[in-house]
């Protein structure tokens, strides 16, 4: 099987913001060349998080998706806002594949089950946001990482796991933006919970330390947004240097 | 004309936008008054195996696909649309079309793979070069998204196996169907390739 690399691209009211920098120039935030671009790079995914305050940025959402799926024939996961089956359903007719739900799964445990049946399993992402609390502990927060839970994050995987969740993206709040690297531990710790694929998010920044989730921290897939949207390094660097190491990845 | 199955099972979308970057037109085949007989049916799919056949009988589909079937035109079966074809399925007491013998069984639970299989991987071709395969080299990687397998009681229709967990067959072709465990429209370029061959074969 191989080990997914997957950009990240947080859109606002319809536009990619950080999107691709090529060296000094930034492109333009159209979702479709971005998504393009990193398509044509080798990504194996792409996810859109929807970061718009507004009702209306939310609807723009499912014609940024529609317009993507037009063009770029990947999966596509869309996050962000997403609190009820008919939000869910009308991105899923746009085109995406999957859909991810963070703080609508905490406070309603039941939609990511019905969900699954709906849709089936491998739609639904629950995305979990872990704050490290202590030696081997993470707490699950919600908001966009403001608002603590008091859930236990390995826990609370196990749980989605058997709502029926399909994947877990997994972000550690201490890392994200950091580039310190992922948060191995976690990550292992959530994996070896569940029986469902993890991707890693939060902190990437060099190819050790992709190298290190996808083996010590036994993710299955790793999520980028700076380092590739900064041209740090490409998604064809990455992939060389994992195969390199042994780890399997998509030509 | 490729007609896709509307039956309200995700992703038609990406099936039609695929279909029409490979240079084809294509309509939706829902249970009422369609637009002429299409040349080639595909049955796409994403979910779960009770829903899916439900929704399918309850619009009369089900005979269509048969009767399309039978008349010996191309069909194109994609993930629960190939699971569709078998008669029952571990994930539901629903009875499924029953167009290829055998059973749809889960991937086994060994505890050291992830389920579901979601994600990339390759093919295995019984007879090379694999079917509708030109211009796609042999290790190329398709991407794959569920939790069930066929297992046909007739190995010959197996063209493909991929390993996961054990190797289960990713791709059946017997006579005029053709049908893909994994998602030719979400694959990137191979599984637009991939189509293509496939509609320009069958159109």
Known sequence: ?251 | MVGIVNYGAGNLYSVRMAIKNCGYESCLITGRGDAGEPDVLVLPGVGAFGDGMQNLRAGGLDVKIRKFIECGKPFLGICLGLQLLFPRSEESACGGLGILEGSVIRLPDTGDIDIPHMGWNEVDWIDEPGLFCGGIPRDACFYFAHSYHAAPEDRNVVAATTLYGRSFPSVLHYRNVTAVQFHPEKSGRHGLRFLHNFLEGAC
């Open chain 1, 1 to 251: 099987m191989k080990r997914r690399i997957i950009p990240c691209l947080d859109v606002k009211d319809g536009k990619v913001v950080k999107g691709v920098h090529f060296e000094n120039l930034e492109v333009a935030g159209d979702p479709v060349e971005n998504a393009s671009f990193y398509s044509k790079e080798g990504a194996d995914e792409l996810v859109f998080l929807d970061i718009s305050a507004t009702i209306e940025g939310r609807r723009t959402m499912a014609n940024v998706v529609r317009e993507v799926a037009s063009v770029v024939f990947i999966p596509l996961t869309v996050g962000g806002g997403i609190s009820d089956v008919k939000g869910i359903e009308e991105i899923l007719q746009a085109g995406a594949d999957k859909i991810g739900i963070n703080t609508a799964a905490v406070r309603n445990p039941e939609l990511v089950g019905e969900a699954a049946k709906k849709f089936g399993s491998q739609c639904v992402v629950v995305a979990i946001d872990a704050k490290k609390t202590g030696d081997g502990r993470w707490e699950v927060y919600i908001e966009s990482g403001k608002t603590p839970t008091g859930r236990d994050a390995v826990e609370w995987a196990g749980e989605v796991e058997s709502l029926g969740a399909g994947e877990i993206l997994l972000t550690s709040i201490d890392r994200d933006g950091t580039q310190e690297g992922y948060d191995v531990d976690v990550t292992r710790a959530v994996s070896e919970k569940t029986g469902i694929p993890v991707i890693a998010s939060g902190g990437a920044g060099t190819l050790d330390h992709l190298y290190d989730v996808l083996t010590d921290g036994k993710a299955s897939a790793v999520l980028l947004a700076s380092v590739l949207h900064f041209r740090k390094f490409s998604i064809g660097e990455i992939k060389k240097y994992l195969a390199g190491k042994n780890i399997p990845v998509t030509d």
